[in-house]
């Protein structure tokens, strides 16, 4: 194998071609394998290395087509670098040496990042004491502050109770179906959902505040209370409660012409003969 010192004495094209041509490798091959145009190939196979692109692309070129023919690059490089001239420093290497930021940009960087941080971490905080129910102070009913929309709800009605100041009891329909009945702890909150309507009743309204659809409501007003919450609902419903059905009717006397009858006990009869017998006092 001819040796690489001789190899560029003839020029550094005509070596590169002469050991393709040795191994019997196409010009088309060597642009397939190193990706480089099969114009720049010719330029240097005809040892026009003036016509290359200059500087690191010309000699990026030329180490690609050494390397694929297994060839050291070096006094390929060397020998354009003696012909051409050593190329200005381009881009790429001053990209390459590192950069020195002045103190006061390290300062401000840092100062940005730790209150961008801070902010991120309070945001969290404040949504969490909304979502846990037990670190919030109780709020009155004027108090009751926006932390959703107003529109109805997608998701049908969402109803969050939380017990403030005493145990409070409860009673929760959804959709006309009982699914909640017992002692709502201080401190503890309930989540009840519903597609239509969710009804919640209480014998001490102060004892609890509501939110329905992302609005904070505050304590309902009146005791006992009973309120029915929909999707559109945006205030607290008004007080619903329960009216004494009364005694049965079947015990309330009869009127007649405006005079009040009082029926008679029935007289039991014989089942075998049908008549009556006699009460016995």
Known sequence: ?????????????????????????????????????????????????????????AKGFIRSYAIYLGLDPKPFLRAYEQRCGRPEPELSRVVRRGVRVPPRAHKRAWQISIFAAAGALLLL????????????????????????????????????????????????DADGKRIYADTLRRGDFRTFKANQEVVISTPRAADIRVTANGLILGAPSGSPYRGVFTRGTTTMPPNEPLLDAGPPPSAKPAKVDGATQTHAPQVPQDAYTGQSRPVRL
């Open 125 to 172: 905080a404040l949504l969490g004491a909304f979502r846990s129910g037990g670190s919030a102070l109780p709020a009155s009913p004027a108090s009751a502050r926006l932390v959703g929309s107003s529109a109805p709800s997608v998701a049908g009605t969402i109803v969050r109770v939380e017990a403030v100041t005493h145990d409070a009891w409860l009673e929760v």
């Open 1 to 57: 194998m001819t040796s690489l010192g001789q190899a560029t004495k003839p020029g550094l094209g005509a070596a590169l071609r002469a050991e393709r041509e040795r191994r019997r490798v196409s010009l088309d091959a060597v642009a397939r394998g190193t990706l480089v145009r099969h114009d720049f190939l010719e330029l240097i196979d005809h040892d026009r290395l003036e016509d290359l692109p200059s500087g690191a692309y």
